[in-house]
C-alpha cells in the first residue's frame, strides 16, 4: 500500500489550518461588524452568569439615551485616554509590567476597548490564551466600531452588581430612576463599583466607593466633563 510521503501530509495539513484560520477571522469579523449596528441580545459573561447563577438584569439603551454625565463618569475612572488610543494603552502597559517587577501585585491595565471585547465574547478569569483573544477582539472593534458604539456597548455591558448588566438596569434598580436621569454624583458612584461589582455597592457605599466616587468626579471635571468625548 502506497503511503504519502511526510511532506504532502505536513502541506494538506497545512492548509486546512490556513482555512481554518480564515474561516475564524471571517466569521469574527462579520459578527462584530453586524454587532457595530445591532445592539447584544446578551454578552457572553451574562451567558454565564444565567447558567451558573440564575437571571440576569439587563437592558440596551442607546448612547443618546444615557445621562451625558455617564460616559465621562465611566472614561474617567476607567481609561482616561481612551479617545486618543487605538485599544491599547501602552504606557499603562508598561506601568503596570514595571510594578510587578518591583514585587507589587499585577494589576489591570485593561482598556475600555479591551474590557467591552472580553465582557461581550470571552470569559473571566487571567490567562495567557484568554489575553490572546481579548487583544484579538479589541482590534477587530477598534477597527470595525466607533469609539463611540465601543463606549456605548461597554455601558451597557458593564456589570454594576450580581447580575445586574448595564446602565440602564443599574439605575433602575439602584436609584428607581433611568440611566437618563442620573446625576454626576449617581454615575460616579455607578463607574466606582466596577472594580469588584459583586461586593461593591453604589447605595450602601463603603468609604473606599465613597472616596472613588469623589476622585472620579473631580477626574471627570478636569478631563473637560462630557465635552471630552466630543473632541
Known amino acids: 500500500m502506497r503511503r504519502n510521503p511526510p511532506r504532502s501530509f505536513a502541506r494538506r495539513w497545512l492548509r486546512r489550518c490556513a482555512f481554518a484560520l480564515l474561516l475564524w477571522i471571517a466569521l469574527t469579523s462579520i459578527c462584530v461588524l453586524a454587532l457595530r449596528f445591532v445592539a447584544p441580545p446578551a454578552s457572553a459573561f451574562m451567558l454565564a452568569h444565567r447558567l451558573v447563577d440564575g437571571p440576569v438584569h439587563y437592558q440596551f439603551a ?127 458612584l455607578l463607574a466606582a463599583v466596577l472594580p469588584n461589582p459583586k461586593k461593591l455597592s453604589p447605595v450602601r457605599p463603603s468609604p473606599y466607593v465613597l472616596r472613588r466616587a469623589d476622585w472620579i468626579e473631580r477626574q471627570a471635571r478636569q478631563l473637560g466633563g462630557p465635552a471630552y468625548l466630543r473632541r
Do not use: C
Open 62 to 188: 442607546p448612547l443618546a439615551q444615557l445621562s451625558p454625565v455617564l460616559p465621562i463618569a465611566l472614561v474617567a475612572a476607567e481609561d482616561q485616554k481612551f479617545p486618543h488610543h487605538h485599544g491599547f494603552d501602552v504606557q499603562a502597559i508598561e506601568d503596570a509590567m514595571d510594578d510587578a517587577d518591583e514585587g507589587a501585585r499585577l494589576r489591570g491595565a485593561s482598556t475600555i476597548s479591551q474590557q467591552t471585547a472580553k465582557n461581550l465574547f470571552l470569559w473571566g478569569g487571567r490567562s495567557f490564551v484568554r489575553k490572546g483573544f481579548e487583544a484579538y477582539f479589541t482590534v477587530l472593534l477598534e477597527l470595525f466600531w466607533p469609539k463611540s458604539r465601543i463606549l456605548e456597548v461597554y455601558a451597557n455591558v458593564a456589570e454594576f452588581g450580581d447580575g445586574i448588566y448595564g446602565a440602564e438596569a443599574a439605575a433602575r434598580m439602584y436609584f428607581g430612576k433611568s440611566a437618563r436621569e442620573l446625576d454626576e454624583h449617581e454615575a460616579a
